[in-house]
């Protein structure tokens, strides 16, 4: 699937020089950005929903104890 972004000037920049300093392309590092951002974001939004569900339970639970 192709994908295009908009990088500012700096961070063009400095991939730039990533990709001249290594040999890999543009598309290597940004795949392996995205692949390790995704699996961050997967890892803190899914963890926050959990934690979210079991608060609202856990409330619930000390509510029914104190009536």
Not at 25 to 51: F, H, N, P, T, W
Request: glycine share 2%; net charge positive; proline share 1%.
């Amino acid at each position: 699937m192709a994908t295009s972004i908009h990088l500012s000037p700096e961070l063009e920049q400095r991939l730039d020089y990533l990709v001249s300093q290594t040999g890999r392309s543009k598309a290597y590092y940004l795949r392996q950005m995205i692949e390790r951002g995704l699996d961050d974001m997967e890892d803190y939004y899914l963890a926050a929903d959990v934690l979210e569900r079991v608060s609202v339970k856990a409330r619930r639970r000390l509510s029914r104890l104190r009536t």
